[in-house]
């Protein structure tokens, strides 16, 4: 036996097990490579991968150390006798190697392989294999089969509500924070609106960085059911809430090994959806050159994909394509996308118009979810609750319930990126904006990003500036300087060409 000691070590969701290389308890030297251990003394085993350490001031011999994720799961005081096993390969690694091969999966695979990743039976790599085999293709009933495993057991319900509405971008475009206008203007309709959102995933800010600006995002399942049933919306962070959690350490993977395979997103956020109780969804799909779906053919062949497994499970679906040639808004980053925001919903005349254009369209669409209103009456209905200042009502109802945050500041070292020549702006760089506003720091500091002075159409003049940078820090600061030397992100045909 051993005694159970913890080590205040993060490792983004990987559990980790230490012992000395003197271990009284087991022989260090026939280890050859990274050894996957069970532990046992808790209610249920828990799965670590072995360490070892040499220094006994971090970990005596008669003892065994698990880091911050693994000894939460343990459940167990420190001081407390456990042992450790070798832990064998789970057995759905045999299908993940079916995969490999080319072979279609069945729905107990895929359900297997989601319960073994949420007891933690596989590794980070382990996962990355899983989404590097299933990358290559998933057919329909694989990605509707991938979708029910990951729901899970736990799944909110909302009593009586007939309709619970949520919208979800399938991203790629700066700025495009739609999806708060779209929940204050839904909640002042009446329909209730548990708006799910993630953090930055590979944008410079997510949905949740965004409205974190306005209010607290990191609510739990009773408290989000509260603000929604008191209010009729609420913006909150999917990560804080414990729906859907294998699907959450699988994200955390994709976002390590930069794969965001379109039937994998497709899994991902109906799962989120379903296992919110979301009966009624819109989900936008941007198209563009330098956006995550780049033609309107692949735009639709994700809408059929998307469709069917709705019908499958029962969510009805409403998938819109839409222009994502370009930024949406003015501001890339959490503060100054906050700012667009709260610009559009006081119905302030610099307000940027593109945002607000797509989000009463949008917000329209989920409003004639209500057999109330006929075709065509959404946008009308939408508008109308905006220009009236119940939208900002309702949002600001739903920032009190939720709890107010600190506002934090904007990025003080900046610097204007200018035209080199007079002309029209031809095409903005959504991809080479993005990073740029990644390299200012815009996914850690909220105050980090990019303002964007200058859209698609825009003429401009030499010297004239296209956007600004903020950072917070100095290093993030000449991160992007540097890059932007190379390509700002804008292409502008001079002026008297054809």
């Avoid at 994502?324 to 709260?342: F, H, K, W």
């Avoid at 610009?343 to 940027?352: F, G, Q, T, Y």
């Avoid at 319930?401 to 506002?407: L, S």
Wanted: include cysteine; charged fraction near 20%; aromatic fraction near 6%.
């Amino acid at each position: 036996m051993l005694s159970l000691k913890k080590l205040a070590v993060s490792s983004f969701n990987e559990n980790l097990a230490y012992i000395h290389k003197d271990c009284v308890a087991y022989k260090v030297d026939d280890l050859k490579s990274l050894t996957k251990v069970e532990i046992h003394g808790g209610v249920k085993p828990v799965y670590a991968f072995l360490q070892v350490v040499e220094d006994s001031r971090l970990v005596k011999p008669d003892e065994l150390a698990l880091n911050s994720e693994a000894f939460k799961q343990i459940n167990l005081p420190e001081g407390a006798n456990i042992s450790l096993t070798l832990s064998p390969q789970p057995p759905s690694m045999n299908s993940i190697r079916r995969k490999i091969a080319g072979n279609i999966l069945s729905s107990g695979e895929y359900s297997a392989i989601v319960n073994d990743i949420l007891s933690r039976r596989y590794s980070n790599m382990d996962i990355a294999s899983f989404l590097v085999a299933s990358g290559s293709f998933m057919t329909a009933s694989e990605v509707l089969s991938l979708t029910e495993a990951l729901i899970g057991d736990k799944v909110l319900h909302w009593d009586k509500e007939n309709i619970v509405v949520d919208h979800h971008c399938l991203g790629g475009i700066p700025g495009n924070k739609t999806d708060i206008i779209i929940t204050a203007i839904v909640a002042a309709y009446g329909l209730p609106m548990p708006k799910t959102a993630s953090r930055s995933v590979t944008s410079c800010a997510g949905v949740a960085d965004t409205f974190a600006v306005l209010a607290n995002v990191d609510l739990d399942e009773k408290q989000l059911r509260k603000v929604v049933m008191e209010n009729r919306g609420a913006i909150v962070s999917h990560n804080y809430l414990e729906l859907a959690e294998a699907n959450r350490l699988i994200s955390a993977v994709e976002r390590q090994i930069g794969i965001t395979q379109q039937q994998h997103i497709t899994s991902s956020v109906l799962a989120i959806k379903l296992a919110a109780g979301v009966t009624h969804l819109v989900i936008d799909i941007p198209v563009g050159p330098n956006s995550r779906i780049k033609s309107t053919n692949e735009a639709m062949r994700l809408r059929k994909l998307i469709e069917y497994v709705g019908d499958m499970l029962s969510i009805e679906i409403d998938a819109v394509i839409t222009d994502g040639s370009e930024p949406i808004g003015n501001g890339v980053g959490a503060v100054l996308e906050a700012r667009d925001i709260m610009k559009i919903l006081r119905n302030k005349e610099d307000a940027p118009q593109d945002l607000r254009e797509k989000s009463l369209f949008l917000a329209g669409r989920i409003l004639e979810f209500d057999p109330k209103l006929r075709g065509g009456q959404g946008y009308h209905v939408a508008k109308e609750i905006l220009t009236s200042g119940r939208a900002l009502e309702a949002m600001n109802k739903i920032i009190y319930a939720q709890g107010k945050a600190p506002q934090p500041q904007l990025g003080s070292l900046t610097r204007d990126i200018v035209s080199n020549v007079s002309g029209v702006v031809e095409s903005i760089d959504n991809a080479r904006i993005n990073k740029i506003g990644i390299l200012a720091g815009a996914a850690q500091y909220p105050g980090a990003g990019i303002d964007l002075f200058k859209k698609v159409g825009d003429t401009v003049e030499q010297g004239e500036a296209l956007y600004r940078i903020h950072a917070v820090n100095s290093t993030d600061f000449a991160f992007a300087n540097s890059v932007v030397e190379g390509y700002s992100g804008y292409e502008i045909s001079k002026r008297g060409e054809i």
